[in-house]
């Protein structure tokens, strides 16, 4: 049994003001695993007041000082990513291979990614007597979900040190328990009292009073368009900067070629990892009227061969991460039924054998675009595949969405596959399983606005200052 009681703030571990606490769920098994104290806005403020209180000398650290912290950190990551790992598969349902393998390497990626961009980052541009310097943007809120809760954090938190923010982290509630691990080791790493701080709780007290705060500067989201609206609207106020990463419902185009059958398996396969929670997951897949028979029978096979059971066991597929995720889920596929939509594989229920434990089938669905099914986020194991004409259908299809988040494009062709790409309004489009540490991640439309990774990342926290008649100084002898 975990229990996460303190926040960390100012440097330490502090009791919170007003104590409250509430039991974390392994999803997996459906009993209490853990237990976390529940913040309130009296520790709010205080997380602020520490935060704007380091931001004047934190701000002020040369790029080698923000580079020796990153790289302290990045030591202490490397000791307990197995830690992490077993923190992920419990507080989430990852399983074991998945959360010791792409989540907590997502983190790594993320944080050793910062640390080169840092080393080389313009801060300062001279173009004739003008000098335009980035400077930090001041007292960040970081409000992260609990799908890839390495990953998201990750994105927030380290770009935000390297720019000479400071910054509280208000992780997911359903998944905690990463985040107190990371928290730790951002102490022992030494960075200094105040520049990172973290207070637990409900999205509702804790995101809202974070929102609303006259001294937080700037709020960074990812989470769902209902969320980030409500979060939008009660920074309006205080005119900050909002950055956020919301929902999708992304196009997964598979071109008329010799390799259809395997790249339509491929993409049912890929889909159901992480229970098909993931934000950027390929939930439409677009393949050929004319082959409909044939994709049918390679995303069957492709769904079938994901193994769901226990994350602690070798398997592709643990459960979802709790009870109103499941119900959700199975509501999004009676409703697939009801509207007609042709079921390929899996369906209500649990799979076979698992009687206990947020555990859904891999399920695909044929189905339109117009259906309840093919526009809204499922978030979770549900893949819909929609018939195109040619390649303009499917273009046409890909763009007929209020998102724009991500998008994927497979086929032998690789002229063809880029002007696909090239044509789809949508921020991020991964061709023929490309993946970049250094792309902009962020999306078009109601998928949010702003960008993160990489370079892109940095300019999320930072203000741009013009210096006009700027006199350089005079060179030296």
Not at 237 to 242: A, L, S
Not at 345 to 353: A, K, N, S, Y
Not at 386 to 404: Q, T
Not at 419 to 428: D, E
Request: proline letters at 5%.
């Amino acid at each position: 049994m975990r229990e996460y009681l303190k926040f960390y703030i100012d440097g330490q571990w502090v009791d919170p003001i007003e104590p409250k606490t509430t039991n974390i769920i392994n999803p997996a098994t459906e009993e209490v695993s853990g237990t976390i104290s529940l913040g309130s806005v009296a520790d709010v403020e205080k997380a602020v007041a520490a935060a704007r209180k380091a931001f004047s000398s934190w701000s002020k650290t040369s790029r080698e000082e923000r580079l020796k912290v990153l790289l302290a950190i990045q030591a202490e990551y490397e000791r307990r990513q197995q830690e992490l790992g077993e923190a992920i598969t419990e507080e989430m349902g990852a399983p074991s291979a998945l959360g010791n393998g792409f989540h907590v390497g997502l983190g790594s990626g993320h944080l050793a990614t910062a640390i080169e961009v840092l080393k080389t980052f313009e801060f300062e541009t001279l173009r004739g007597a003008t000098l335009t310097v980035k400077e930090p943007i001041g007292v960040c809120a970081l409000i992260t979900p609990w799908n890839w809760p390495m990953n998201q954090i990750a994105v927030k938190v380290f770009p935000a040190l390297a720019t000479g923010c400071t910054m509280i982290l208000k992780p997911p509630q359903l998944a905690p328990y990463s985040a107190q691990i990371l928290a730790e080791i951002i102490h022992a790493a030494g960075v200094p009292a105040g520049v990172f701080n973290m207070v637990q709780g409900s999205g509702s007290v804790i995101g809202t009073a974070l929102s609303t705060h006259p001294e937080v500067d700037m709020i960074s989201f990812t989470g769902s368009e209902s969320v980030g609206v409500e979060i939008a609207k009660n920074a309006a106020p205080g005119v900050k900067r909002v950055c956020q990463e919301l929902g999708g419902k992304s196009a997964h185009i598979v071109l008329d070629d010799a390799n259809l059958a395997q790249n339509v398996a491929a993409a049912a396969g890929g889909m159901m990892v992480n229970s098909g929670q993931t934000c950027s997951a390929g939930s439409r897949l677009l393949v050929p009227l004319s082959r409909m028979d044939e994709a049918i029978a390679a995303a069957r096979q492709g769904a079938e061969g994901v193994t769901v059971g226990d994350p602690k066991s070798n398997v592709a597929m643990g459960p979802v991460v709790s009870k109103g995720q499941y119900n959700d889920i199975q509501r999004y596929i009676e409703l697939g039924l009801s509207e007609g939509a042709k079921l390929v594989v899996g369906g209500p229920g649990r799979p076979d054998g698992l009687d206990k434990g947020y555990y859904v089938k891999p399920t695909v669905f044929v189905t339109t675009n117009d259906t309840t099914i093919g526009r809204e986020e499922i978030f979770g194991p549900v893949l819909v595949m929609i018939g195109y004409d040619d390649i303009d259908h499917a273009v046409e299809i890909a763009n007929d969405s209020p998102f724009g988040l991500a998008g994927y494009v497979v086929g032998a062709d690789a002229a063809q596959c880029n002007a696909v790409a090239r044509q789809l309004r949508t921020g991020w489009v991964s061709i023929n399983g490309g993946f970049d540490f250094n792309a902009a991640f962020g999306g078009y439309k109601k998928s949010g606005n702003g960008r993160e990774w990489g370079e892109f990342g940095f300019h999320e926290y930072l203000e741009t200052k013009s210096l006009l008649g700027y006199a350089p100084a005079p060179a030296a002898g």
